[in-house]
């Protein structure tokens, strides 16, 4: 059979059998044996296992569990809260105050959990209450917080940047670092839409903000700046050349818990069992997905389909920014119904070597990927920031948290247009601290 249309005898396959409810994980390898038996045999099935463990045989991928308790840790204290505090008081002078101390919060608590449900609901239990009483609207309170969750898939540590560096082979340093100007970007789009819709819904009273006295400023700041210290010295320590990111993940989820155990009197070991607990569970999760889609690429491989794709693709005699419009699309469609890690590990890969022959820069395209995934996480059907957001306001419904989400969504529309104008945003920090890649 020709190797295109086996892989789209494929697609249309795993996309069936994800669609009948079973794991990413066992889906994949449902369809990676099914395949690999009907092209060579019982031999082929021999492989798998190998396959499966030789992927998840990798010191990078210590990193994951280390983020992730250490996300954790963070999420099962008051530091979500502390912080919303904290920035509400210092920022409470600037038009739109709260708003923007909601958006801020969320983008330092995902830069110190890494995960956008924990950052929804942290940030989400203290602003959404506190900005429907002062007359903000239900769908920009809603909005803003579920849009803003979503950077913790993007500003680093971010566990989609590693499973993505994994995935293609490329720097987990540099990937963290090619986020960080384009997060910023995203929640400056965040602010401004905040700040215009609350104000052209007739309720512009809500952006004034409350007094507070430089004592009430400052009585926060204790619990708040040792958490922000921890990430500024992981990432000193992994930019500064002293540790791997395994490493440094590791000694950042130690100091979290050492942290959560000093600062908010964390002594109770069944809260620690269980964010232990769920931290292991998460990570074999992804560890599951990743050692299962190892599988699948080397299938796709073995049976030429990679390879087709990216020659078929690089015959097109088409505008290579038309080839980008049609990549996001797909990438798009995929973020609606797979988790970002899913779509990663299955579609890096192939996309890779197209991206590269287009001329396009493998770092910069890692942001464009994440900020679609970042869409797929308030849209339908999946939506998964969605549902914590109605998780914590039940009163308000999930259409209005739909449509307050959907302006957020073309505010990163916006900043992937942006980034295709000005691909410098995500390749300058990178390249002025690790230098440019030859």
């Known amino acids: 059979m020709d190797p295109l249309l086996l892989g789209a005898l494929i697609g249309v396959v795993t996309i069936l059998v994800l669609f009948s409810g079973v794991s990413v994980a066992i889906g994949l390898l449902i369809v990676s044996a099914g395949f690999m038996f009907w092209n060579r045999g019982f031999a082929a099935l021999e492989l798998i296992p190998e396959l499966f463990f030789g992927k998840i045989d990798s010191f990078a991928l210590l990193a994951i569990p280390m983020f992730i308790v250490m996300g954790a ?34 983008a330092l608590f995902a830069a110190m959990s890494g995960s956008s449900p924990a950052t929804c609901a942290a940030i989400g239990k203290m602003g959404i209450p506190e900005m429907r009483k002062r007359g903000f609207p239900d769908g920009v309170a809603a909005g803003s917080i579920a849009a803003g969750g979503t950077l913790g898939i993007l500003i680093p540590p ?9 995935a293609t082979e490329t720097s987990i340093g540099r990937l963290f670092l090619a986020g960080v100007m384009p997060g910023l970007l995203l929640v400056g ?11 052209r819904s007739g309720s512009g009273d809500a952006l004034a903000g409350r007094t507070f006295s430089w004592k009430q ?24 050349g002293i540790a791997t990111p395994s490493e440094t ?34 990570s074999v999760m992804i560890l599951f997905i990743i050692g299962a889609a190892g599988v699948f690429s080397y299938m796709l491989s073995s049976l030429q389909v990679t390879q087709s794709i990216a020659e078929y693709i690089g015959t097109l005699d088409v505008n290579r920014w038309v080839l980008m419009g ?43 990927l994440t900020i679609n995934m970042e869409i797929g996480l308030i849209s339908p059907p999946v939506g998964l920031n969605l549902y914590v957001i109605n998780g914590i306001a039940p009163d308000i419904k999930l259409k209005t948290i739909l449509l307050g989400s959907l302006p957020y969504v073309g505010c990163m529309v916006l900043a992937i247009l942006i980034l295709c104008l000005f691909p410098g945003i995500a390749t300058w920090l990178p390249d002025a601290i690790m230098g440019a890649e030859i």
Request: charged fraction near 10%; glycine fraction near 8%.
């Open 326 to 368: 049609v990549i996001n699309v797909f990438l798009l469609v995929a973020g609606f119904f797979l988790p970002p890690v899913a779509v990663i590990l299955m579609a890096a890969p192939i996309l890779l070597p197209i991206i590269l022959t287009a001329g396009f820069d493998p770092y910069w395209f890692a942001v464009i």
């Open 217 to 240: 400023r400052f009585e926060v700041l204790p619990r708040v700046v040792p958490f922000l210290l921890v990430i500024v010295g992981v990432l000193y320590a992994m930019y500064g």
């Open 158 to 166: 971010s566990v989609t940047m590693i499973v993505y560096g994994i």
């Open 249 to 282: 993940a590791a000694v950042g989820a130690l100091l979290c818990i050492l942290l959560a155990v000093v600062i908010y009197r964390l002594w109770d070991w069944r809260v620690l069992w269980t964010v232990m607990r769920d931290s292991t569970r998460e």
């Open 73 to 106: 840790v963070i999420a099962s204290t008051r530091a979500g809260a502390d912080l919303y505090e904290a920035l509400d008081r210092w920022l409470t002078r600037i038009p739109g105050g709260l708003v923007i101390s909601n958006l801020g919060a969320c």
């Open 189 to 199: 789009l965040f602010m401004a839409w905040s700040i215009y819709g609350t104000w």
